[in-house]
């Protein structure tokens, strides 16, 4: 089993709609999440953490269910300029500053 | 004013050549890594480096020597490249060891490796 895993998508929709991509990740002592976005050729950046609680950056949503080791991200209203691959990290045990990273799922918004 | 630079940014080589691809950050942070994105785009840690110490070494061939001459520079070199080398390489830096939740890893560009 993958330590990280996503649906790779794609996933095609109209500008306006909201899309979800999940993700399940296999170390249950892990410690931090993130999603990062990488566009097409270019280098991964940081998109947001995803804390326990839960958490909103303007039109995305980060949820996170420790139970089920499972993290989400929640797109509204969906922009042209949402299209590109959207990486699930999770940061290892406490004493490690390893990111592992998904494959990522990638996403098409077309107009 | 770039945060993490790598150079070259394109890599085009023989098998069995060495070759070196160079990072640099000057954002003041203290840890450093290099990543391999393969062709299904699965990006994977090689090395970490914090204050010159390497501090994560995953299960690469010791054909990959990083080598960090203060820490603002990581560097990588490869020997005797294969096929299988082929792959965009990125250097990364982040503001700790033991990033807290919060703590970011900023990326380079990254380097586009081609082996014939």
């Known amino acids: 089993r993958k330590e990280v895993e996503q649906d790779p998508g794609p996933f095609n929709v109209p500008e306006g709609a909201t899309v979800a991509f999940n993700c399940t990740y296999s170390?249950?002592?892990?410690?931090?999440f993130f999603w990062y976005r990488q566009d097409c050729r270019k280098e991964p950046k940081l998109l947001m953490s995803v804390y326990s609680s839960g958490n909103e950056d303007g039109r995305f949503t980060a949820q996170l269910n420790r139970a089920s080791q499972y993290i989400s991200l929640l797109i509204r209203d969906s922009k042209l300029s949402d299209s590109a691959t959207y990486l699930c990290v999770v940061r290892g045990d406490y004493n490690t500053d390893k990111l592992i990273f998904g494959t990522g799922t990638r996403l098409q918004v077309f107009p | 004013d770039t945060a993490v630079s790598q150079t070259p940014k394109y890599l085009v080589t023989q098998m069995g050549n060495d070759k070196s691809i160079k990072c640099e950050q000057n954002?003041?942070?203290?840890?450093m890594y290099w990543y391999k994105q393969d062709s299904k785009k699965f990006l994977k840690i090689m090395f970490s480096?914090?204050?010159?110490?390497?501090?994560i070494n995953e299960t690469v061939p010791n054909r990959f020597s990083p080598k960090s001459p203060d820490k603002a520079h990581l560097n990588l070199h490869i020997n005797s490249l294969e096929l299988g080398d082929s792959a965009v390489y990125f250097c990364a830096s982040s503001p700790h060891l033991l990033a807290g939740e919060a703590d970011e890893q900023f990326f380079g560009p990254g380097t586009r490796l081609t082996v014939l």
């Open positions: 954002l003041g942070h203290d840890t």
């Open positions: 480096y914090n204050n010159k110490e390497l501090i």
């Open positions: 170390n249950s002592a892990s410690q931090s």
